[in-house]
């Protein structure tokens, strides 16, 4: 019983320390801090669209979907290693228009030639802006470009998509 006490006495010394130390870090500078933030709050919101000048200076590796699905298909790792976070541009046929349980709005896609029966790897492509897929269907052929993240349970997810075409 006295154990239990002592250990919760030290876990609660332990926390009120942390918390002390959170605080107490931006305490001496909080006129420059408060500055800061105003000045933060004052500048326009980010669009994730990107300007016509960030489209022309990234670097875009155009793939065929098939065969950017099969590099996945024959080693993960390798795929992963070769285009994690490299923006891509591919055309696919849209497979399902949804949100995920966080309300992140993607669009599913799989090879042109699969038919109605393709249940092989697909392509997750998140968007920032469910308006951006108002206009899509199933079934359409769509080209995108996004933002290569990893592949997980035969699925490629790519984030920061845009429709091009």
Do not use: H, W
Not at 23 to 45: F, M, R, Y
Not at 112 to 131: L, M, P, R, V
Not at 149 to 155: A, E, F, K, N, Y
């Amino acid at each position: 019983m006295i154990g239990k006490i002592i250990i919760g006495v030290a876990v609660f010394i332990v926390v009120v320390g942390i918390i002390g130390v959170a605080l107490g870090l931006g305490g001496d500078d909080q006129s420059s801090t408060s500055e800061n933030t105003t000045a933060e709050v004052s500048k326009p919101e980010p669009t994730n669209k990107p300007t016509k000048e960030q489209k022309q200076s990234q670097t875009v590796i155009s793939v065929v979907a098939e065969e950017f699905i099969e590099e996945f298909d024959k080693n993960q790792l390798a795929a992963e290693e070769k285009y994690e976070g490299k923006l891509i541009e591919f055309t696919a046929k849209i497979k399902n228009i949804s949100e995920d349980i966080l309300g992140s709005p993607f669009l599913s896609l799989e090879p042109e030639s699969a038919d109605e029966f393709y249940f092989g790897t697909t392509i997750q492509c998140f968007f920032e802006n469910k308006s951006d897929l108002i206009n899509l269907e199933n079934g359409q052929i769509a080209t995108l470009r996004g933002k290569v993240d990893t592949q997980s349970l035969g699925i490629i997810i790519v984030k920061d998509c845009y429709v091009i075409e």
